[in-house]
């Protein structure tokens, strides 16, 4: 619906999006994303086309230099919602979508347990306000 008479086309907001992890077959923090002054919405979507597997830790922080668990809730195949904050297990060959619940400056998928040649991917998209 448009707002002051501004056709609905130039009111539309921008999707952010981020690579945290591409392609990763080793352990590691992955990038970083500065997400400061996106407070909107808050997705990502983790995916493993190899063989292997890997844990992911989603972690927001404020300043850059300490990390907490964010909380998420997996929004693909579940009948209902639920708030975690424990690490993502990441299977081979899968797909998952996680809306992220808590607001950081930044945002990071943390890869830890990378058995058998994973090649794991975690890419945030984010709404501004």
């Known amino acids: 619906m448009p707002v002051e008479g501004n056709a609905t086309t130039q009111e539309a907001e921008d999707l952010f999006t981020f690579s945290l992890q591409s392609a990763s077959a080793a352990d590691g923090n992955g990038t970083p994303a500065d997400v400061a002054g996106l407070a909107?919405?808050?997705?990502?979507?983790?995916?493993?086309?190899?063989?292997?597997?890997?844990?992911?830790?989603?972690?927001?922080?404020?300043?850059?230099?300490?990390?907490?668990?964010?909380?998420?809730?997996?929004?693909?195949g579940q009948a209902t919602l639920t708030r975690s904050v424990t690490p993502i297990p990441v299977a081979a060959t899968s797909n998952h979508v996680y809306?992220?619940?808590?607001?950081?400056?930044?945002?990071?998928?943390?890869?830890?347990?990378?058995?058998?040649g994973p090649s794991i991917t975690a890419t945030l998209r984010a709404l501004p306000v």
């Open 40 to 76: 909107g919405t808050w997705t990502l979507e983790i995916g493993n086309p190899g063989a292997g597997t890997a844990t992911l830790t989603v972690e927001g922080s404020f300043d850059g230099v300490t990390w907490y668990a964010c909380g998420y809730a997996q929004l693909d």
């Open 99 to 116: 809306g992220l619940l808590d607001q950081y400056s930044r945002i990071r998928a943390r890869q830890s347990a990378s058995a058998g």
